[in-house]
């Protein structure tokens, strides 16, 4: 259960990247729904760094998942991860407006929370 929770968690931060990129960006570009200005920069590029960073993270865990298991259930990869959430969190409160992010990156930390709360029952269990 435990193995199935990571793959869930880290994948669904990756899906939730890549989505976060392909509407916020790439659609608006091809709709052309904003004005070339700075703001409009300002605004694609938080949007790809906020996207892109999820997406490398999601990714690199997955990663390790494969090769390395039992590397996520250590404390400092967990707590490397919830520290990346609370950020992505903080970060969709200051400046991303719409709430649809936000909501991505609370399912994201409650699909950790499972992971972290199957893992330290598995662990007992071994």
């Not at 994948?11 to 960006?25: K, P, Q, R, S």
């Not at 990714?59 to 404390?75: D, I, M, N, T």
């Not at 400092?76 to 709430?99: C, D, K, M």
């Not at 909501?103 to 709360?117: C, E, K, N, V, Y």
């Amino acid at each position: 259960m435990h193995k199935i929770l990571i793959y869930a968690t880290y994948g669904w931060l990756t899906f939730g990247g890549t989505m976060h990129i392909l509407v916020d960006v790439v659609l608006q570009y091809l709709r052309k729904t904003r004005l070339p200005s700075a703001e409009t920069t300002l605004y694609w590029g938080l949007n790809i760094a906020y996207g892109l960073g999820q997406i490398v993270f999601g990714l690199l865990a997955l990663l390790v998942a494969r090769y390395s298991f039992e590397v996520l259930k250590q404390w400092p990869a967990i707590t490397i991860s919830f520290l990346a959430a609370g950020a992505w969190l903080v970060f969709g409160f200051f400046f991303i407006e719409y709430r649809e992010p936000k909501i991505m990156i609370l399912i994201f930390i409650i699909l950790l929370m499972a992971a972290t709360i199957s893992a330290n029952f598995a662990y007992k269990l071994d």
